[in-house]
């Protein structure tokens, strides 16, 4: 009998021994799985937190910042030189401006251009694209100066009735100042300087007709970011 019991205890102390290291890996592996999530958890709820404030600080720049878009209108004047002041009058014209932001100094610019002059007798179409450099940050104010590269397609009515018009390429530089009135919205002025390069057509008669020339174009616009 007592050596039955004996062996009893050491049974059940060698059970005791054996199964306490597989318990407590078990107890080891599901802590290790909860950190794990928990660890991975947090990190995503950082990565959410880190991308909110980005995404708002992508929204909340301001008119001509690098990465926006900007669409204005504007009206004003068109003086024309040379010859065609010596031939038609000025006029009034309007101007499609669409500027891209690249950095803080410098922008890409694009616009569009119409005006009617002596009663429809000379109208002028241009399109053009430029660099623009932005002078000087001051308060709300930005000047600027840009130069840049065009088409231009004069239209005019000869003397005899008959009509002449072409395509001509050309130059402009000018500069002018905005105005940021809002996180969306800008006011401004601008002065540019336009040269036709002067080219020999035919005109509808049959007669060949030189055309070309220069103008200045003085714009009040109102504008908005997106």
Known sequence: MLIALIFGVYSVSSHSAYSYPASRSTF??????DSIKFTRSSRDTNNRTEATPSKKFSQ????LAPGTHNLSIGVGQIFLMGNLSSNFENSLGTQVHYTYGVSDMFSF???FGYSSHSNGNFSLVNVDAALRT????????VPFASVGLGFYRPSLILSDNATLSALLFGLQLGGGVDLLLSKKVFFGTRLNYHNMFDSTKVASNGVAQPIGGSFLSFMIHAGVTF
Request: aromatic content about 10%.
């Open 28 to 33: 080891s592996s599901a802590l290790e799985s």
């Open 60 to 63: 909340d720049l301001p008119p």
């Open 109 to 111: 610019e694009s616009d």
């Open 134 to 141: 932005n002078l000087v940050y001051f308060a709300q104010l």
